[in-house]
T-cell receptor, first 111, second 112 residues
Framework: TQLLEQSPQFLSIQEGENLTVYCNSS?????LQWYRQEPGEGPVLLVT?????EVKKLKRLTFQFGDARKDSSLHITAAQPGDTGLYLC???????????FGDGTTLTVKP | DAGITQSPRHKVTETGTPVTLRCHQT?????MYWYRQDPGHGLRLIHY???????DKGEVSDGYSVSRSKTEDFLLTLESATSSQTSVYFC???????????FGPGTRLTVT
């Protein structure tokens, strides 16, 4: 049973379009992270959200943590080819010492 | 840059041979992790460590062992490699109360 479900699994769009990807769970997390991974490299942390309802912005990327701290979304405005990659969410519990990762959303932005 | 290196970066080995992958960090972090990444499975935790000689199993620990004799080094051993262990292996450290992960560059292991 996958603790964190990410959707869609694959997304291919044209440059300039907007998109939203989702990370859903039946569990309540104390924090949730989003990572981006490019081919041949390790994932890179984008953001951490810890408060229910929290919204964080990173240039054209907007991250939201659900009010119940069970789900999160990532919205990209005016996508660019440089946004292409695998987007992973991960949830952590207080004092657990580890995180649980979703299977990711593979995003392709075509010029 | 979290100062994480992995060695080797690429390895091809035969079924039944032992393999050891090394992760080295330069920042003295307490927590270290080994993950494997396969198409369609995202990142799956193999083992992790919360201090020297303190380790625990992850969700896919069968066939793997780990050791941490120094803060800076975390070793992953496949005692007898199998083709199902062909994968990309990532080491990570965590910082902060939310266990944000910082990853090494990965090791691509092929078991023939």
């Amino acid at each position: 049973t996958q603790l964190l479900e990410q959707s869609p699994q694959f997304l291919s769009i044209q440059e300039g379009e907007n998109l939203t990807v989702y990370c859903n769970s039946s569990s309540v997390f104390s924090s949730l992270q989003w990572y981006r991974q490019e081919p041949g490299e390790g994932p890179v942390l984008l953001v951490t959200v810890v408060t229910g309802g929290e919204v964080k912005k990173l240039k054209r990327l907007t991250f939201q943590f659900g009010d119940a701290r069970k789900d999160s979304s990532l919205h990209i405005t005016a996508a660019q080819p440089g946004d292409t990659g695998l987007y992973l969410c991960a949830g952590a519990y207080t004092n657990a010492g580890k995180s649980t990762f979703g299977d990711g959303t593979t995003l392709t932005v075509k010029p | 840059d979290a100062g994480i290196t992995q060695s080797p970066r690429h390895k091809v080995t035969e079924t039944g041979t032992p393999v050891t992958l090394r992760c080295h960090q330069t920042e003295n972090h307490r927590y270290m992790y080994w993950y494997r990444q396969d198409p369609g499975h995202g990142l799956r935790l193999i083992h992790y460590s919360y201090g020297v000689k303190d380790t625990d199993k992850g969700e896919v620990s069968d066939g793997y062992s780990v050791s941490r004799s120094k803060t800076e080094d975390f070793l992953l051993t496949l005692e007898s490699a199998t083709s199902s262990q062909t994968s990309v292996y990532f080491c990570a450290i965590s910082r902060g109360a939310a266990y944000e992960q910082y990853f090494g560059p990965g090791t691509r292991l092929t078991v023939t």
